[in-house]
């Protein structure tokens, strides 16, 4: 399904979810990069060894879920935006979600968005906790979500709001529907 669509089929996002006794520790990364390409910044940027060595640049990333501590340092270098933060002790009934997030259009922290699943649908209505912003130009920013705990493994972007001009400092974003993982706008 991924070549002709682009959307990760169920078996292989299953693959990538850290067991139910891994995520009642805390945080912890989720890797769903499913292509097989020359690439280790995640490896080469963990500093906690939870990203296991590659026995060849194309391998696909492995992750230790027992040694990583969620940190979210993989999240910013992963240039496939393919690596994200799940926290499902953040609170009964939600769980924080931590994404990249390229545009340089950022949302404000308490803001209330859509939250899209791979496909850019919206599935549920999302707080932004934290804005994370990219320590340098060449990283993506890291949002902090807060979602509806059932959705922690589907929600991977966001929408902002359409047609509504907001000052960022001395930058003027017009809010669209932009999704770091969709192509088309609506």
């Known amino acids: 399904m991924q070549e002709q669509t682009g959307i990760p089929s169920v078996d ?3 693959s990538t979810i850290p067991p139910k006794k891994r995520l009642a520790k805390g945080p912890v990364a989720v890797v ?13 940027s963990c500093t ?16 230790d879920w027992e040694t990583c501590n969620g ?3 993989c999240v910013g270098f ?45 599935v549920a209505r999302v707080r932004i906790k934290k804005v994370q912003p990219s320590p340098k130009k060449n990283r993506a920013h890291i949002l902090w979500l807060v979602v509806p705990r059932e959705l922690a493994f589907e929600v ?31």
């Not at 499902?88 to 968005?113: A, H, M, Q, R």
């Not at 991977?156 to 932009?178: E, P, Y």
């Open 48 to 63: 906690t060894g939870a990203i296991l060595p590659f026995e060849d640049i194309n391998q696909l990333p492995r992750i």
């Open 12 to 14: 292989h996002i299953l």
């Open 78 to 122: 992963c240039p496939g935006l393919a690596i994200f933060i799940v926290d499902d002790t953040y609170s009964e009934n939600e769980s924080l979600v931590k994404i990249p997030w390229e545009f340089s259009c950022l949302p404000e922290e308490g803001e209330e968005v859509a939250g899209l699943n791979r496909e850019g649908r919206e």
């Open 156 to 186: 991977r972007s966001i929408a902002l709001k359409q047609g509504k001009q907001v000052d960022r400092g001395r930058k003027i974003c017009l809010k669209t529907q932009l999704s770091a993982d969709v192509k088309t706008l609506r």
């Open 71 to 73: 940190c979210g340092r």
């Open 32 to 44: 769903e990069c499913f292509q097989e390409i020359p690439c280790d910044p995640c490896y080469t």
